[in-house]
């Protein structure tokens, strides 16, 4: 058992590296605790288990000089070998967005439907987040703050509200500025790190939009928001 879970250890350990190597494109030259440590400022996992891959590159060298009969002088416990196994298929296989999170129901509307209607379907729905589509293709999203913003610009200009509200059509308000500020693209084959990531680096992120390639314009699958995070994390701390 012993010499089992350093097989195990090392053989984990050893495609964690090389992982690393092919993600990043680091030296051969180039230690793997230095690789840990220039990873973790582009990857949520790297970064979550910095400080144990720090303790693990130690145990490591422990393990691989042994005594001249043979004897392996460090031996990793279960939980050890279970964790480096678990850091290994996140970062070998890590899941996909399509592969863990089960699609929400979508809300849509067409680009030619008024104002009114889009503020009375957000209230009717409690959706914040409303897909518009011109024809089949998505040309932005409509939210509380994208009408907010509108009729406080018609008000401001002393013009009446239920008019604009009645006539304007949702197409007019929307800005595909907005989907490269709020909100992120990421395709079914992206990772559940990737969504991490992308609320970390951008906390104006108000959702992920998620299509079949990731594309600007696709048909929108699933809506993830920052209330979907503890989900998130349940699925990373359970992948086996």
Same mark, same amino acid.
């Given at each position: ?19 690393? #190597? ?5 030296? %051969? ?46 031996? %990793?416990?279960?939980? =050890? ?9 996140? /970062?070998?296989? %890590? ?50 703050? #994208? ?21 304007? %059509? ?8 907005? /989907? ?5 693209? /990421? ?28 594309? =600007? ?24």
């Amino acid at each position: 058992m012993d010499k089992q879970n350093a097989h195990e250890f090392l053989d984990s350990y050893n495609k964690i590296d090389a992982q690393l #190597r092919q993600l990043y494109n680091f030296k %051969p030259s180039q230690s793997f605790s230095d690789m840990v440590r220039r990873s973790a400022e582009q990857n949520s996992v790297v970064r979550k288990y910095e400080n144990d891959l720090m303790d693990f590159a130690r145990l490591r060298n422990a393990i691989v000089h042994q005594s001249t009969d043979g004897r392996v002088i460090a031996v %990793p416990c279960d939980e =050890v070998v279970t964790e480096m196994r678990l850091i290994e298929r996140l /970062l070998c296989a %890590p899941p996909t967005i399509g592969g863990t999170m089960k699609p929400k129901k979508i809300v849509s509307i067409d680009d030619t439907v008024s104002v009114r209607q889009a503020l009375l379907l957000i209230a009717r729905t409690d959706y914040s987040n409303i897909p518009v589509y011109r024809g089949k293709r998505m040309v932005g999203v409509v939210n509380n703050r #994208r009408i907010i913003k509108a009729l406080g610009a018609v008000s401001a200009g002393g013009e009446s509200l239920d008019k604009f509200a009645s006539e304007t %059509p949702v197409g007019e308000i929307v800005r595909e500025s907005d /989907l490269f500020t709020y909100y992120k693209y /990421l395709g079914r084959e992206d990772t559940v790190q990737d969504v991490l990531a992308a609320f970390e680096e951008n906390k104006k992120l108000l959702a992920v939009l998620v299509s079949e390639r990731g594309s =600007v314009g696709e048909r929108i699958e699933n809506i993830i928001t920052s209330a979907d995070l503890v989900t998130i994390n349940k699925i990373l701390e359970d992948y086996r």
